[in-house]
């Protein structure tokens, strides 16, 4: 099995490259913030502070996360529940981004990650994926951009959305958020850095099928 690893900083397009990739490899794209929602939702659903590592903790026994794939599209399974819809809330994500941060959560997903990349051949990305979850891949890319880049990006996306912020506010956002995940985005010492901030989309996916090809010797269709 072929297992390729993208990890870098929020807002550098780590999930749809890595979508857009999977689909021309026809691998599986493993999408690990879904598992973090569905573990996110469950605690809200339990009433449970997602922020308490003492009150979650002995609520992961009850929780049962599964990944199936139907024509191609991922459906998330919360204790035979199908809860694709239901993880892409506002007060989901919260959630997920609060437990995330608790040990026995990482822990938890761990298992779950590693045996999808165990059963297909997979493209996982998030924040420790080259170092923590798939430290054998054969590819690890670290997908990143300038702050300004991946800012102006950002903000593009929300005005378009209808939504009333600035580009300064945006960026002051971005630079927030890689501080606070600066322990989890660092670069595995075999990845290759894959800089996007002078590519566009396609030229970023074009750029990683390239690299898979070259590592790897896979083609894309």
């Given at each position: 099995m072929y297992a390729i690893a993208i990890d870098g900083p929020a807002g550098a397009g780590k999930s749809s490259v890595a979508k857009a990739a999977a689909k021309a490899l026809g691998f599986v794209y493993v999408d690990t913030g879904a598992l973090y929602r569905t573990v996110g939702l469950y605690l809200l659903r339990s009433e449970v502070d997602p922020a308490d590592a003492e009150a979650v903790e002995p609520k992961l026994r009850d929780i049962q996360v599964d990944l199936k794939y139907e024509d191609g599209v991922q459906h998330v399974i919360l204790n035979g529940?199908?809860?694709?819809?239901?993880?892409?809330?506002?007060?989901?994500?919260?959630?997920a981004s609060a437990c995330?941060?608790?040990?026995?959560?990482?822990?938890?997903?761990?298992?779950?990650?590693?045996?999808?990349?165990?059963?297909?051949?997979v493209i996982m990305d998030g924040r420790d994926i080259g170092t923590t979850i798939l430290p054998n891949?054969?590819?690890?890319?670290?997908?990143?951009?300038?702050?300004?880049?991946?800012?102006?990006?950002?903000?593009?996306?929300?005005?378009?959305?209808?939504?009333?912020?600035?580009?300064?506010?945006?960026?002051?956002?971005?630079?927030?958020?890689?501080?606070?995940?600066?322990?989890?985005?660092?670069?595995a010492e075999d990845?290759?850095?894959?800089?996007?901030?002078?590519?566009?989309?396609?030229?970023?996916?074009?750029r990683l099928l390239e690299i898979v090809e070259e590592r790897t010797g896979v083609k894309h269709g």
């Open positions: 529940e199908d809860v694709s819809g239901l993880i892409r809330t506002p007060e989901v994500s919260m959630a995330a941060s608790v040990p026995a959560v990482r822990k938890f997903l761990f298992s779950a990650q590693v045996d999808m990349a165990k059963k297909y051949n891949a054969q590819v690890k890319i670290f997908l990143t951009a300038s702050p300004e880049v991946r800012a102006e990006r950002r903000y593009k996306e929300l005005k378009e959305k209808g939504v009333d912020v600035s580009y300064e506010e945006t960026l002051a956002d971005v630079i927030r958020r890689d501080k606070q995940d600066e322990k989890q985005s660092k670069a990845s290759i850095l894959l800089d996007n901030s002078e590519l566009d989309f396609n030229g970023t996916v074009n």
